[in-house]
């Protein structure tokens, strides 16, 4: 097992981070995964068979959780981290708590960045990270406007961090998925869960970060034509007109 890559998947338990861990397990990666849920962490590593594959059940909107994760990414040597832990939690800003919010944005943000932090500071040439960020950070939202700020923060980082690793030879990316067929609706509180015909399943948007991982070329990749459109809607648009033409009505 000692030649084995190791990659670390967060929010691993379910949606695209099950996916991602089942893919990387596939190539041989010995996976690590993270999230909460020790029963889901403790099937999908039924599931994943032998290999040398672990989980860490942390918390990663806690400083406590945050902080043992990325101890374990300073002393495991992995090639590749996954950073897709995130939640969303729909209704106008001064509807939803306050503390609502800042864990919404320690687990978007922060832990991100403390994660990327401790992986980045051991990279070496070959290694990469990928950030799973949203179309949503392209456009604000309303009613989901710290959620669409948090991911607008991710896309940056991300190519940022993207420019300043080339030259060590490490590459970060971003994946920008649209409304996907995960338990993140029914989380956020949004009734009726995805829309119709233009949802993908989370295997579709693994497949999309997977080749971009591949080609190790641009460092935002957005999944799906019609959240290619989305996109660019502010390119069109005024900043004024469009989160009046994007804002949820009714």
């Given at each position: 097992?000692?030649?084995?890559?190791?990659?670390?998947?967060?929010?691993a338990?379910?949606?695209?981070?099950?996916?991602?861990?089942?893919?990387?397990?596939?190539?041989?990666?010995?996976?690590?995964?993270?999230?909460?849920?020790e029963?889901k962490?403790?099937?999908?590593?039924?599931?994943?068979?032998?290999?040398?594959?672990?989980?860490?059940?942390?918390?990663?909107?806690?400083?406590?959780?945050?902080?043992?994760v990325?101890?374990?990414?300073?002393?495991?040597?992995?090639e590749?981290?996954?950073?897709?832990?995130?939640?969303?939690?729909?209704?106008?800003f001064?509807?939803l708590?306050?503390?609502?919010?800042?864990?919404?944005?320690?687990?978007?943000?922060?832990?991100?960045?403390t994660?990327?932090?401790?992986f980045?500071?051991g990279?070496?040439?070959?290694?990469?990270?990928?950030?799973?960020?949203?179309i949503?950070?392209?456009?604000?939202?309303?009613t989901?406007?710290?959620?669409?700020?948090?991911?607008?923060?991710?896309?940056?980082?991300?190519?940022?961090?993207?420019?300043?690793?080339?030259?060590r030879?490490?590459f970060?990316?971003?994946?920008?998925p649209?409304?996907t067929a995960?338990a993140f609706?029914?989380r956020?509180?949004i009734d009726?869960?995805?829309p119709?015909g233009i949802t993908?399943?989370?295997?579709q948007?693994?497949?999309?970060?997977?080749?971009?991982?591949?080609k190790?070329?641009?460092?935002?990749?957005?999944s799906?034509?019609?959240?290619?459109?989305?996109?660019?809607?502010?390119?069109?648009?005024?900043?004024?007109a469009?989160?009046?033409?994007l804002?949820?009505k009714?």
């Amino acid at each position: 097992m000692a030649d084995l890559k190791k990659a670390m998947v967060t929010g691993a338990s379910e949606g695209m981070g099950r996916v991602f861990a089942q893919r990387m397990a596939a190539r041989g990666y010995q996976v690590t995964l993270v999230a909460r849920s020790e029963g889901k962490l403790q099937q999908l590593l039924v599931e994943l068979g032998d290999g040398g594959h672990r989980y860490m059940v942390a918390d990663l909107s806690t400083e406590a959780g945050m902080g043992a994760v990325a101890d374990d990414i300073r002393s495991s040597q992995y090639e590749l981290l996954i950073n897709n832990a995130g939640i969303s939690i729909s209704g106008g800003f001064t509807d939803l708590t306050l503390e609502q919010q800042l864990a919404m944005v320690r687990l978007n943000c922060d832990s991100l960045t403390t994660l990327a932090y401790a992986f980045l500071q051991g990279a070496k040439a070959g290694d990469a990270l990928l950030n799973v960020a949203s179309i949503m950070g392209f456009f604000p939202y309303a009613t989901q406007t710290v959620y669409g700020a948090s991911k607008a923060y991710v896309i940056s980082l991300t190519e940022g961090l993207w420019y300043e690793q080339k030259a060590r030879g490490v590459f970060v990316m971003s994946v920008c998925p649209g409304p996907t067929a995960t338990a993140f609706f029914d989380r956020a509180g949004i009734d009726g869960g995805p829309p119709k015909g233009i949802t993908q399943t989370p295997e579709q948007v693994v497949e999309v970060a997977l080749k971009a991982l591949d080609k190790r070329g641009a460092p935002t990749h957005i999944s799906g034509w019609f959240n290619k459109f989305l996109a660019s809607l502010p390119r069109i648009l005024t900043r004024k007109a469009a989160v009046q033409a994007l804002a949820p009505k009714g």
